[in-house]
């Protein structure tokens, strides 16, 4: 297959979401996924108090929440990390306990969704914010793809535009 064939086979974008250490645990009433429930169509966990308490018995340290400052740093942490790397950003939305990202790169997810999260945590602790504590963020997190750009612009709505809390948000068309 030829350059201009595989590139035929790349979406337009990916929307990356990982959440911050504790603040998600499978069971809770929101919708989460688990290993064996991983794959696109398939329905999410259904509510279980017990298995709630069982995640959380299990955590090694305190759930971790980003404050103001924190949503900052991890903001502008993956925008320097996008521009090292010439990936394009579109938009992020850095809450208290998750963070959205969208953008586009010429690369599967998985090692972008890595990458957005090493440059959070290093971003973090650069500015003195999470000093010493060794789990900032959840362990995997969500890699959608966007096939069109209709799915990409959309994404980017929804990042930008639709969250209820206040937020950092970061919205590539705004910087022009």
């Given at each position: 297959?030829?350059?201009?064939?595989?590139?035929?086979?790349?979406?337009s974008?990916?929307?990356?979401?990982?959440?911050?250490y504790?603040?998600?645990?499978?069971?809770?009433?929101?919708?989460?996924?688990?290993?064996?429930?991983n794959?696109?169509?398939?329905?999410?966990?259904?509510?279980?108090s017990?298995?709630?308490?069982?995640?959380?018995?299990?955590?090694?340290?305190?759930?971790?929440?980003?404050?103001?400052a924190?949503?900052?740093?991890?903001?502008?942490?993956?925008?320097?990390?996008?521009?090292?790397?010439?990936?394009?950003?579109?938009?992020?939305?850095?809450?208290?306990?998750?963070?959205?990202?969208?953008?586009?790169?010429?690369?599967?997810?998985?090692?972008v969704?890595?990458?957005?999260?090493?440059?959070?945590?290093?971003?973090?602790?650069?500015?003195?914010?999470?000093?010493?504590?060794?789990?900032?963020?959840?362990?995997g997190?969500s890699?959608?793809?966007?096939?069109?750009?209709?799915?990409?612009?959309?994404?980017?709505?929804?990042?930008?535009?639709?969250?209820?809390?206040?937020?950092?948000v970061?919205?590539?068309?705004?910087e022009?």
């Amino acid at each position: 297959m030829g350059y201009e064939q595989s590139c035929l086979l790349l979406p337009s974008g990916y929307v990356l979401t990982f959440a911050c250490y504790g603040t998600r645990l499978h069971g809770d009433a929101r919708e989460t996924v688990d290993r064996k429930n991983n794959r696109y169509g398939m329905p999410f966990l259904s509510p279980e108090s017990r298995r709630s308490r069982a995640a959380a018995s299990r955590m090694k340290h305190l759930a971790y929440h980003l404050d103001p400052a924190g949503q900052k740093a991890v903001k502008n942490g993956i925008w320097h990390g996008c521009m090292r790397r010439a990936w394009k950003l579109h938009a992020s939305q850095v809450s208290q306990i998750h963070v959205h990202v969208v953008l586009s790169a010429l690369s599967q997810p998985e090692p972008v969704l890595n990458a957005r999260k090493s440059h959070a945590s290093q971003s973090l602790k650069r500015c003195g914010i999470a000093r010493g504590r060794t789990r900032h963020r959840a362990r995997g997190g969500s890699t959608v793809y966007l096939w069109t750009e209709e799915a990409l612009a959309n994404a980017v709505r929804y990042v930008v535009e639709l969250q209820c809390a206040p937020m950092e948000v970061f919205d590539a068309s705004s910087e022009d």
